[in-house]
């Protein structure tokens, strides 16, 4: 059974910091492109930052310079540090797994307000 367990949301003010854990269990190995998208109210869902199995990485452009993805092979688990957060960033992220099929994570909120 798959699993992406995320954790690390939660709220800060403009400017802030956070860093978003997802944590993948079953039958993801590392062939699987690792990711996060988001979702804000009225929208629909959006991709922010992917990661490959060879570690190449792709960030949506309003999350350049801003967002580093990561991911720790050995543990199967896949990051986001969120720097300079703006209330525009509020949303719920997704963690995403794919290759011949796609995963998601059950979301955590992420809100930036002052």
């Known amino acids: 059974q798959v699993q992406l367990v995320e954790s690390g949301g939660g709220s800060v003010q403009p400017g802030g910091s956070l860093r978003l854990s997802c944590a993948a269990s079953g039958s993801i190995t590392s062939s699987y492109v690792m990711g996060w998208y988001r979702q804000a109210p009225g929208k629909q869902r959006e991709l922010v930052a992917i990661i490959g199995s060879s570690g190449t990485t792709n960030y949506a452009d309003s999350a350049k310079g801003r967002f580093t993805i990561s991911r720790d092979f050995a543990k199967n688990t896949v990051y986001l540090q969120m720097n300079s957060l703006k209330p525009e960033d509020t949303a719920v992220y997704y963690c995403?797994?794919?290759?011949?099929?796609?995963?998601w994570g059950q979301g955590t909120q992420v809100t930036v307000s002052s």
């Open positions: 995403y797994a794919g290759r011949y099929t796609s995963y």
